[in-house]
């Protein structure tokens, strides 16, 4: 009996070792780096996606992943010939004729003269709720989302969909997927970069999961296409108020005629997204709650605690997000008004001035 007894704890630490030496393998040769999609016609830009690729080392401490995050920065920086990011903006505007309307859709069929083109598409690693249902979405230069999402003129990327909240707060039972989004390829290191930064932190500590359904950075106007769907009911957070401080949510049923209503946006001439040079994390339009989560425009006080927003709604970015924006440069919500006393929670950019 006792023989038998020490051969079993043997068998089982083997088992147990061999199962150990699997998930520290699988956690270093999963390919969780942000790459280009389209890596044959902008070789320059796909290296330097490569070049910066973050750390994936045995229990990295948060201290290490920011030291090596702020190092990939500069070292992405430097590849790319770029100091404030808003230099970004200006050279990307001196490509087109002065006085030129400005479109994402001009803009990136364009090359820089290096010889990349300017729009590329770059896919990320994402963490996105057990059941999320991927939804193609669409782009073009239209004045309405609705030309778009009935006319699907040409695919762009894709976002993630999910109906209750109690999935969209599930962290435990998240998983690891990609998101695609096309952006202007002077940009794309760095975006490639927050991002990925963002699923790390997840990789290493479950509380700190960010999922990321929806990520939108160079267009002018896009949509899901309205034959996604027929009518939807989901749910989503709604407030007491519309501006004010209180955290008392309830969830609320909301029936939309179709998943474009929820998934659509467009952008206004001067925006840094038809320059490909933004990035709206998780927008959606959730019409008939009062400041709903997550909501990207709002003059709410509420949404300045983060950590309390991101609790209600993990959609909604906690504060390390924009910190960690910030270091890249980015212009951060906090740091201007959007018309009417807004602020839009969902942006980043390269800033205008
Ligand atoms: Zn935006």
Redesign the pocket.
Known sequence: MRFRSALTSLVLAIILTAAWMAGALSAESLPFHPALLDAARAPRTARIVRQVALTYAPQMSEKDREIDFIQKIALAKRLLGVGRLVGLRHETLNLLAPGQGVSWEDVRRRRWPGGDPVGVTLEVPVWVPARARRLKTYCGFEKKWQAVALGTPRPSGYVWFVGTMREVNDKAHYRPATIQVEVNSKFAPLAGLLMEYIFREGWYDNSRRVPLLSL?MGEDTYAVSAAASGPITVECLTFPDRDGASLAATVAQCTYASLAEIYH?G?APQ???RLGL???FN?SNYRGVVDGTPN?ISPAIRQYNRSAMHKLDARQLPAWVFTAASWMGCRIPQSWTYPGSNT?W????VGTK
């Open positions: 939108r946006g952008h925006s840094n997204h933004a990035i709206d927008d990207p839009d969902e942006h980043v950019d």
